[in-house]
């Protein structure tokens, strides 16, 4: 996101906001999953927008979803974890 942005803090700040955004959608799909295909397609979504915006720890969390159950309370509580922490 640094580089897009540049020096900008505004702009800066609008791709972290829209970024997070598309995690929480993501991650809300996830939990609404309650089959293999769908689980297995909204992580290949998640691992997708981590590799767009070089989050390679949420890359590794999607990766982790990709070889687990839908529904696998581990993998949505990481992946909260990384939505509360993601920029300290």
């Not at 955004?21 to 927008?49: F, I, M, P, T």
């Not at 999607?62 to 993601?86: H, K």
Request: hydrophobic share 50%; proline share 3%.
């Amino acid at each position: 996101m640094a580089k897009a942005a540049g020096e900008d803090p505004a702009i800066a700040g609008e791709l972290r906001a829209a970024f997070l955004c598309s995690v929480e959608q993501r991650l809300d799909l996830l939990k609404r999953a309650r089959c293999d295909a769908n689980w297995y397609q909204a992580a290949e979504r998640l691992r997708g927008l981590a590799a767009s915006f070089a989050a390679d720890e949420l890359m590794e969390l999607a990766e982790g979803a990709l070889r687990c159950a839908p529904g696998e309370p581990t993998v949505i509580s990481s992946i909260e974890a990384f939505i509360d922490n993601f920029g300290e």
